[in-house]
């Protein structure tokens, strides 16, 4: 749910960009025609049930509009509780999250999700060739 709250919100940012961008007669058609490309591709990592919630709150209420935060969790919540119990699954699907870890440490076991991956390569045997 968090990554799709920080693609809400950087939908919204993009909104404004290209709002911005149309009204600017200093730029050429090909800038302004950028930042809605790119706001195409951001909306386009989102669910349909999403899209629509965000699309219906941006008619019906644009006071949330002021704050992107409170805007992205009104979208998040109002989708999560207009779904079906089967739709809500898709919801939380969408992006799926890492599963947990558990590593001793301090001979305790300590759960956590993985920050980052690090690779750590394996360690090549050097065989001489002989001739």
């Given amino acids: 749910m968090k990554t799709m709250m920080e693609l809400l919100i950087r939908v919204q940012q993009l909104r404004d960009c290209c709002q911005r961008t149309a009204n600017n007669p ?7 025609e950028s930042p809605r490309h790119f706001k ?5 990592c989102l669910s349909r049930e999403v ?3 965000y699309d219906q709150l941006k008619e019906a209420d644009p006071e949330l509009l002021q704050s992107p935060h409170i805007f ?4 998040l ?9 089967a739709g809500r699954k898709k919801l939380l ?3 799926p999250t890492p599963p947990l870890l558990s590593r001793r440490r301090n001979g305790r076991l300590r759960t956590s999700r993985p920050v980052g991956l690090r690779c750590r390569p394996k360690r090549a045997e050097c065989h001489a060739v002989h001739a």
């Avoid at 195409?40 to 386009?44: A, F, K, P, Y």
């Avoid at 992205?72 to 979208?75: F, G, H, K, R, S």
């Fill in 72 to 75: 992205a969790m009104a979208v």
């Fill in 93 to 95: 699907a969408h992006f």
């Fill in 40 to 44: 195409l591709l951001v909306r386009g």
């Fill in 26 to 32: 200093q730029l050429a058609q090909g800038e302004k």
């Fill in 77 to 85: 919540v109002d989708t999560y509780r207009n779904s079906t119990p």
């Fill in 51 to 53: 899209l629509w919630t």
